[in-house]
């Protein structure tokens, strides 16, 4: 006769290895239906408007100026 403890353990045991199996099945069934993903139809064009430039090898502004200067406050000195 087996005791309360070890029944008790089972039943949680038997779902949890059941669950295991029905997520390993989804898993399987979605990996053998996926598919490559072609696209049926021309090659892409780039359209009238489109325009291509060069991105410039320097940057434009090295420093940074302020155009106005700020007036300190009474008491900021």
Known sequence: MESNRHQRVKLPTLVIAAS?????GALAG???QEQTGTVAGGAMTLGATT???????????????PTLKAALP???R
């Open 74 to 76: 009474k008491g900021y």
């Open 30 to 32: 979605a990996v053998g």
């Open 51 to 65: 325009t291509t430039t060069v991105a410039p090898t320097t940057i434009p502004i090295a420093v940074a100026h």
């Open 20 to 24: 295991a199996l029905l997520v390993v």
